[in-house]
């Protein structure tokens, strides 16, 4: 079971990246899936998530209007896009399943993460 986020990089201001979370070992199409950053010297925090039945629940107000996840069942992957980057939203950005159709905000009830994916937006 294995989870392997990818997609990072350095962006400008205003700039767009999209992150992949791939799996392997298991199908994601009933499981939740999480998407948390942690930008240095702060704790982490989730950012958004989709649920098993493909509904998506903010955690971050800050990221709402800008960020939207999405599934590919066939391809075992959830891709989170991000638009209209700003230098707030660098950080090392991390997805996470857990064994259930709903999500939660606390990263202490996932099951399997990706390693993360370091997000620049910088001029």
């Known amino acids: 079971v294995q989870l392997q986020a990818s997609g990072g990089g350095l962006v400008q201001p205003g700039g767009s990246l999209r992150l992949s979370c791939a799996a392997s070992?298991?199908?994601?199409?009933?499981?939740?899936v999480g998407w948390f950053r942690q930008a240095p010297g702060k704790e982490r925090e989730g950012v958004l998530c989709?649920?098993?039945?493909?509904?998506?629940?903010y955690y971050a107000a800050s990221v709402k209007g800008r960020f939207t996840i999405s599934k590919d069942n066939a391809k075992n992957t959830v891709y989170l896009q991000m638009n209209s980057l700003k230098p707030e939203d660098t950080a090392v950005y991390y997805c996470?399943?857990?064994?259930?159709?709903?999500?939660?905000?606390?990263?202490?009830?996932?099951?399997?993460w990706g390693q993360g994916t370091q997000v620049t937006v910088s001029s």
């Open positions: 996470a399943t857990r064994k259930t159709y709903s999500c939660s905000v606390y990263g202490t009830r996932y099951d399997y």
């Open positions: 070992g298991f199908t994601l199409d009933s499981y939740a």
């Open positions: 989709i649920s098993g039945s493909g509904g998506t629940v």
